[in-house]
């Protein structure tokens, strides 16, 4: 099974089904909602865009940057020992890791739970702001970057895993127990919204000829 | 109809339709506008897929039936398998949180390999099974939420924050999870899409 392309075809009412990759004659036209084309071979709705794919992104992304704080201010491990009763923030757990002094394992955590969240929530709004805003501004990159964070989003679910299994390891242990924090569940949700936000974001829009509401891109 | 013809591909990324042709094996296709993977000169067959994904069945088995860790303390031992990590978190209080690991770590890979395997044993005895087009649209989602390698990772970074407080070593389901890494990238390589062109 050897088939690939070499030719672009201009053909702009070809739309490629999601699903099963076969390429359809577009019959919707213009936006349409009410009106449902669907692949003839496996049967998936077809769309030359996603629908609500701005204002999906943007929901998403505006309330991953609000749980971004208390993800980031709530400690999302709560240690308990004879001696003491410590609470540790994201920020807070890397700091001890490279005060310890395990660089490597610093380094990595934080780019799992900081940068990699901060990355996916600025590049998706610089994403939806530019489709409308900014439609003929540097489309390769823009296409790559939204492949790169399609790439990386998983890896800042790391932090909720190690959470997850020290409390489930450390249990019934005569020196000290580990639970999981409140800022957990906020960090958790960061991660299940960007992840959600990255989906709804459709990058054939950044493709587009014209930008939504009539704005004509000028290159 | 709206059927164009199976002779065109469209990029995924900017919906630029291009015309397949020959590409040679380990070479990949990419798209002339957006330089987005078309596709790849080299696949793997029915059968290979269908033996990976029979191997990472039984990884996911030993995966979460055995211990994934396990640290010594004064003379006692504690472990943790990946349901029983599951539970801890949803008995303190943490449910969504378990919901979320569990989706996935636990049920996202079981219907990547279960939804596989009802495909992929038919298809291999040239049959279409039936729900087939449903049944790739379950694959597609399984394979964006399944994050099983970074599970892994993060019970290497459990293991490695536990050692600095007592004994503790890798268990064998630790070592099932590294095996399922591997088979589920080389799975996935395969990619879904052309599970259609198998059907006829």
Redesign the interface.
């Known amino acids: 099974?050897?088939?690939?392309?070499?030719?672009?075809?201009p053909?702009p009412d070809?739309?490629?089904c999601?699903?099963?990759?076969?390429?359809?004659?577009?019959?919707v036209e213009g936006e349409r909602p009410d009106l449902v084309?669907r692949c003839?071979?496996?049967?998936?709705v077809l769309h030359?865009?996603k629908p609500f794919a701005i204002q999906r992104t943007w929901a998403c992304v505006v309330a991953a940057a609000i749980l971004y704080v208390p993800a980031n201010t709530l400690p999302v491990l709560v240690t308990t020992s004879a001696l003491q009763h410590g609470e540790h923030t994201l920020l807070g757990g890397i700091h001890e890791?490279w005060l310890?002094g395990?660089w490597a394992?610093a380094v990595?955590?934080f780019i799992a739970s900081i940068a990699v969240p901060v990355l996916k929530i600025g590049v998706l709004g610089l994403l939806a702001w530019t489709v409308r805003y900014a439609p003929a501004w540097r489309?390769?990159e823009r296409?790559?970057l939204?492949?790169l964070i399609e790439v990386v989003g998983?890896?800042s679910?790391?932090?909720?895993?190690?959470v997850?299994?020290?409390?489930?390891?450390?249990?019934?242990?005569?020196?000290?127990s580990v639970?999981?924090g409140d800022g957990?569940?906020a960090f958790?949700?960061v991660?299940?919204l960007t992840?959600l936000a990255t989906?709804s974001f459709d990058?054939?829009l950044?493709?587009q000829e014209f930008a939504p509401h009539g704005r004509r891109a000028s290159a | 109809m709206s059927r164009v013809e199976d002779s065109l591909v469209v990029c995924d990324q900017c919906g630029l339709a291009h015309r397949w042709g020959p590409v040679g094996p380990g070479a990949v296709a990419r798209c002339t506008r957006c330089d987005a993977v078309l596709g790849r000169g080299h696949r793997l067959s029915i059968g290979s897929i269908l033996a990976l994904t029979v191997a990472a069945g039984a990884a996911y088995l030993v995966a979460i039936n055995a211990s994934l860790l396990t640290i010594t303390l004064r003379g006692g031992a504690d472990d943790a398998t990946l349901p029983e990590a599951i539970g801890v978190a949803w008995q303190g209080g943490q449910k969504l949180v378990a919901v979320v690991a569990a989706l996935t770590a636990l049920v996202a890979p079981a219907a990547f390999i279960f939804f596989r395997l009802y495909v992929l044993i038919p298809l291999a005895a040239n049959r279409k099974p039936p729900g087939f087009a449903t049944c790739v649209r379950i694959l597609h989602q399984a394979g964006r939420w399944n994050m099983v390698e970074v599970f892994t990772v993060g019970v290497l970074l459990a293991l490695v924050r536990l050692a600095a407080l007592a004994e503790a070593t890798p268990g064998p389901g630790l070592l099932a999870l590294g095996v399922m890494t591997v088979l589920f990238a080389s799975i996935e390589s395969a990619g879904l899409k052309h599970l259609w062109w198998h059907v006829r």
């Open positions: 099974m050897s088939r690939a392309s070499n030719d672009a075809v053909a070809v739309i490629g999601e699903s099963c990759g076969l390429a359809s004659l577009n019959l084309q003839p071979r496996c049967g998936h030359l865009v890791l310890d395990s394992l990595i955590v489309r390769h296409a790559r939204y492949r998983h890896w679910m790391l932090d909720v895993y190690v997850v299994l020290l409390a489930a390891t450390v249990r019934y242990g005569a020196l000290a639970d999981a957990l569940l958790a949700a991660v299940v992840l989906w990058p054939r950044i493709w």
